[in-house]
C-alpha cells in the first residue's frame, strides 16, 4: 500500500507537537480557538495558524455556533492513516508473539534456580 498525498498531508499536520496536542484536545470535542488556547497555553495567532493547517490537511473543520466559530476533529484522515499502519502492525504483532513464544520456551527450558541458605525451594 503506497502512501497516498491525503496521507502524507497528515503525517506533515502531525508530526508539528502543537498540532498533535490541539487534535488531542479536539477529540474531546469541538472547541473555540480561545478555549484551545486557554487549555494549551498558546496565544489566539498560534492556534489560529495551527489550525489553518489543520484544516488545510483535513483534519479540522469549522462550524459557525451563533457568535462562536468552533473547530472540530475530521476522523477521516486518521482512518486513512490507520489502515496505511495495519500492515505494519501485523508484522509487528507476528514479531512480538515469536518473541513471546522464545521467551516462554527459554523460562521452560532454564533450570530452576537454587534456594539461598535459609530460603525454601519454590
Do not use: C, F
Amino acid at each position: 500500500m503506497n502512501l497516498r498525498p491525503d496521507t502524507i498531508a497528515t503525517l506533515r499536520a502531525l508530526a508539528e507537537p502543537n498540532r498533535l496536542r490541539i487534535v488531542e484536545l479536539l477529540r474531546t470535542g469541538p472547541l473555540a480557538v480561545g478555549e484551545i488556547g486557554e487549555r494549551l497555553g498558546m496565544r489566539q495567532p498560534q492556534v489560529s495558524k495551527h489550525l489553518r493547517v489543520l484544516k488545510e490537511a483535513g483534519l479540522a473543520v469549522v462550524r459557525v455556533d451563533a457568535q462562536r466559530r468552533l473547530h472540530a476533529l475530521r476522523p477521516e484522515p486518521l482512518r486513512e492513516l490507520d489502515a496505511w499502519l495495519e500492515p505494519y502492525r501485523r508484522v509487528w504483532t507476528a514479531r512480538l508473539d515469536a518473541l513471546e513464544r522464545r521467551l516462554d520456551a527459554m523460562a521452560d527450558d532454564a533450570p530452576a534456580a537454587t534456594p539461598r541458605r535459609g530460603e525454601e525451594a519454590r
